[in-house]
């Protein structure tokens, strides 16, 4: 069964609003996931390093003040995308590693697909 | 220096025949490389890794073959079939899969029945 989950896995908003995806990890604890952006027929895009318990790292060219990442646990992390534009709509997931820091296994969640209209 | 370069870009297999997807690295800090299967809608799942210390390795129907001092590594999907009809994504990434991960460009594999 899935070990990380996503959610909403659908959301459609209008220009201008902020939009919230949770992942979490079911069964074990996290204390680092990541977040991806896939644009259609494209490869995953590493936006950021969700941290728990300190600042999220961003890849150069995300903007970290429009995805607000927060690592509130060490199985929920969440991407705040804000003022969302057209542009911004995308599939969204994130990945967790199992076992922490000798672990071979990275989970991803469902994805999360995002419509900014 | 941390690309890594996946093709083909599609692949057309019949039904039984052999599908085969490669993958070129430069960073020779990489030491784990999986390999993910991704549907329509889906997120990508985890189908068989390898680390550098090995040649290759085997799960079923799936085969990494890896050349170290080449720096490529290959899937293999031995008897294709129509339900094997995805995107496939090799990867690499430092210190296991703790790291975040380099993707490749992806292949769009279909099966023919």
């Known amino acids: 069964g899935a070990v990380v989950s996503q959610h909403p896995s659908r959301v459609i908003c209008k220009s201008g609003t902020s939009v919230k995806i949770e992942c979490r990890s079911l069964?074990?604890?996290?204390?680092?996931m990541f977040w991806y952006r896939q644009f259609p027929k494209q490869s995953l895009m590493l936006m950021a390093t969700s941290n728990e318990g300190s600042k999220a790292t961003y890849e150069q060219g995300v903007e970290k003040d429009k995805f607000l990442i927060n690592h509130a646990s060490l199985t929920l992390s969440t991407l705040t995308v804000t003022s969302a534009h057209p542009e911004d709509s995308s599939f969204y997931i994130c990945s967790a590693p199992r076992g922490g820091i000798s672990t071979d296994t990275q989970y991803f969640g469902p994805g999360t697909r995002l419509t900014v209209l | 220096q941390q690309q890594v370069k996946q093709s083909p870009q599609s692949l057309i297999v019949q039904k039984g025949g052999i599908s085969i997807i490669n993958c070129a690295y430069e960073?020779?800090?990489?030491?784990?490389f999986p390999w993910y299967q991704q549907f329509p809608g889906k997120g990508p799942a985890l189908l068989i890794a390898?680390?550098?210390?090995?040649s290759e390795k085997k799960e079923g129907r799936f085969t990494i073959s890896f050349n170290k001092s080449a720096k490529q590594f290959s899937l293999h999907i031995m008897d294709s079939q129509p339900g094997d009809s995805a995107t496939y994504f090799c990867?690499?990434?430092?210190?296991?899969?703790?790291?975040?991960?380099?993707f490749g460009q992806g292949t769009r594999l279909t099966i023919n029945p």
């Open positions: 069964d074990f604890q996290a204390t680092t």
């Open positions: 990867a690499a990434s430092v210190d296991q899969g703790a790291q975040k991960l380099v």
């Open positions: 960073n020779t800090a990489f030491d784990y």
């Open positions: 390898i680390r550098p210390d090995v």
